[in-house]
């Protein structure tokens, strides 16, 4: 069994890397890039941590994993320990493993951030996640004192599939009514299999199912059944619908052929299952020479899907620079290696097609970064004289999302702002309307999934409270 190490031996050791597939091999196909980290790895990694005591790390984690206490586990060898350890506050270990943003949570408060070399906890996630899904070794299932009590949840993403998990071990019925036909949200749905396989998802979703959970896919709420219709069958209700509509820049040429969504071009890749070409024929069409624009994961993620989907020239176009640049700095090396044109300072204007009304051009200008403002936020400025062609044949709009209505329309007295994000509570969740909650991307605007599972967590603690003090629902006030 391995040990803990002198804390003058830990200072010695820096970030073990992790391995990944090689660019020329990996642009061929839609599997995962990183490889994760071995046994030996782990250790090497987990031996670095100092167990600091008060932890700073977990004030990094709106999880509220136990990080010393996995970590300890990991040393000892004892991987199904520190898999425990985890899933006493986190459902959703291997998604959070690969795709939490860990640079600006744990990372930033481990000690040895100071030294630029944080411990990689989210790498030592994965690999206990990763031991456990390839061992079968499952939780046990808690003696679970039924509560007699059943929540609602809308939308099956991180904040609804965590709040459920939750909510579940303290001994509620829950349900989950998912618009599309599988869990996950954009887990599922806008997260290439090269980042997050779907394998990966759906195992994490089957543990939550044993907990209990029940799914019911293919169900809109605000369509199938409303969220009024709901307040008659359930004793609270949880709204974790996303912010899944899509957002143009709002330019002339938008309506052309070939100008998608990053929401429905992700979409068609994922759920209709173009990343398993040629077993599937997706109605999808990939241009020879792609412009995605913006510069956040989601553009990554678009412009990495048309290349392994055949484009034979992909850029990313962006008004700002690099350092603005809001994609996690992992994903952002990831697409510059695999040959990915960045044209930062430059704003398309205008996109042009043929009498086909198919696209042939996009008009840019470039910018320059003006002195930052009272928000410390550096506004681009366009540059007088330098309009010129792009030339592609198909663009993606990554410039973000909004939300879609459906869900707040059909719920009498829960506020939203001018933005259509449910107004809520920040310590609760609560929304304006007892015994209604709501979370992750629809109270703030495309957000990140662990932000999602802190909310799912506030909500069901939020739950509980309502529940177990008699809360019932009031008639609304309007
Ligand atoms: P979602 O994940 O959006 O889930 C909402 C669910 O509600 C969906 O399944 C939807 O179908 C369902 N729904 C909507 N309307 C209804 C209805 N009327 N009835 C029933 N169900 C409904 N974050 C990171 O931290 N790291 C990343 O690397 C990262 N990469 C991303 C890449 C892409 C392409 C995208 C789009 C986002 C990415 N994000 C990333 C952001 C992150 O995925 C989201 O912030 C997070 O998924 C939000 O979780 P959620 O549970 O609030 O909503």
Not at 13 to 23: H, L, W
Not at 224 to 238: G, N, R
Request: with cysteine.
């Amino acid at each position: 069994m391995a040990k803990m190490i002198p804390v003058k031996d830990r200072a010695k050791r820096v970030q073990r890397a992790m391995s990944e597939r090689a660019v020329k091999e990996r642009i061929q196909d839609f599997n995962e890039v990183p490889l994760g980290y071995d046994k030996e790895d782990a250790i090497y990694e987990a031996q670095r941590c100092l167990q600091c005591d008060p932890p700073t790390c977990m004030e990094g984690c709106p999880a509220e994993v136990n990080i010393p206490q996995f970590i300890k586990k990991i040393i000892e060898e004892d991987f199904s320990g520190a898999y425990f350890e985890i899933l006493k506050t986190n459902s959703l270990p291997a998604v959070c493993g690969r795709v939490c943003p860990q640079e600006k949570q744990c990372y930033e408060m481990c000690v040895w951030n100071k030294a630029g070399n944080p411990i990689a906890i989210g790498r030592l996630a994965r690999f206990v996640a990763d031991w456990a899904r390839e061992q079968n070794v499952h939780e046990e299932m808690p003696e679970i004192k039924k509560k007699g009590k059943r929540v609602a949840i809308v939308g099956s993403g991180p904040a609804g599939l965590t709040c459920a998990a939750d909510l579940a071990k303290m001994g509620y019925g829950v349900t989950i009514f998912e618009a599309l036909q599988e869990p996950g949200g954009v887990l599922i749905y806008g997260i290439p299999e090269f980042r997050l396989p779907k394998a990966i998802v759906g195992y994490e979703v089957n543990e939550i199912k044993r907990l209990g959970v029940k799914v019911a896919t293919n169900f809109v709420i605000g369509l199938t059944k409303s969220v009024d219709e709901l307040t008659a069958e359930f004793d609270a209700i949880f709204l974790a619908n996303g912010a899944g509509a899509p957002r143009f820049i709002g330019i002339p040429g938008e309506n052309l052929n070939d100008v998608y969504s990053a929401n429905e071009f992700l979409t068609r890749c994922n759920l209709m299952k173009a990343y398993r070409f040629p077993e599937f024929d997706t109605p999808i069409k990939i241009g020879k020479k792609v412009a995605v624009i913006g510069a956040g994961n989601v553009a990554m993620d678009s412009a990495r899907t048309a290349l392994r989907l055949g484009a034979e020239e992909t850029h990313i176009v962006y008004r700002r620079t690099k350092k603005e640049a809001p994609a996690r700095r992992e994903e952002l090396v990831h697409t510059e290696e695999e040959g990915i044109i960045f044209d930062y300072l430059t704003l398309p204007i205008k996109i042009l097609g043929d009498e086909k009304g198919n696209v042939t051009s996009m008009e840019c200008i470039k910018m320059r970064l003006d002195e930052p403002d009272k928000s410390g936020r550096r506004m681009p400025i366009p540059i007088e004289g330098t309009k010129f062609n792009m030339q592609v044949d198909m663009v993606i709009d990554a410039i973000g999302t909004v939300a879609n209505p459906i869900v707040a329309r059909s719920a009498t007295g829960v506020r939203t702002n001018k933005r259509g994000y449910f107004i809520t509570d920040e310590e609760t969740c609560a929304t304006t309307r007892k015994g209604i909650f709501a979370g992750g991307d629809i109270i703030r605007g495309a957000a990140t999934v662990i932000s999602a599972i802190g909310d799912g967590k506030t909500a069901a603690k939020a739950i509980k409270d309502y529940l177990s003090s008699g809360g019932s629902f009031e008639k609304p006030d309007n």
